[in-house]
Nanobody
Framework: EVQLVESGGGLVQAGGSLRLSCAAS????????IGWFRQAPGKEREGVSC????????TYADSVKGRFTISSDNAKNTVYLQMNRLKPEDTAVYYC???????????????????WGKGTLVTVSS
């Protein structure tokens, strides 16, 4: 059974930090690109960052460049999103998702993802 389980969300003040985790199972981790997406209330789901688990290449949305860092621990089948200098507009439900093959990491699109997690809520207070 394929599973993507997010954790690490919560309430933080503006300027603070959080680290999200995405634990994957049920598929060959190294063959997939793993991405983080978010959906704020009343808005469409958007891509935040994505990583190729085979070579570590990454891509970021302009809105998070320089503040967020994506990484993967292939021994643990886990992808992380370190979020620094958080802003109220970062408030959203954050989802991780996987797409085959790992070389598709640059797409950062909600369309065509093979597997999705259920999400974790991040709330940034002003």
């Amino acid at each position: 059974e394929v599973q993507l389980v997010e954790s690490g969300g919560g309430l933080v003040q503006a300027g603070g930090s959080l680290r999200l985790s995405c634990a994957a199972s049920g598929f060959r981790f190294d063959d997939y690109a793993i991405g983080w997406f978010r959906q704020a209330p009343g808005k469409e789901r958007e891509g935040v960052s994505c990583i190729s688990t085979s070579n570590g290449n990454t891509t970021y949305a302009d809105s998070v460049k320089g503040r967020f860092t994506i990484s993967s621990d292939n021994a643990k089948n886990t992808v992380y999103l370190q979020m620094n200098r958080l802003k109220p507009e970062d408030t959203a439900v954050y989802y991780c998702a996987a797409r085959w093959p790992s070389g598709s990491y640059y797409l950062l699109s909600v369309h065509g993802m093979d597997y999705w997690g259920k999400g974790t809520l991040v709330t940034v207070s002003s």
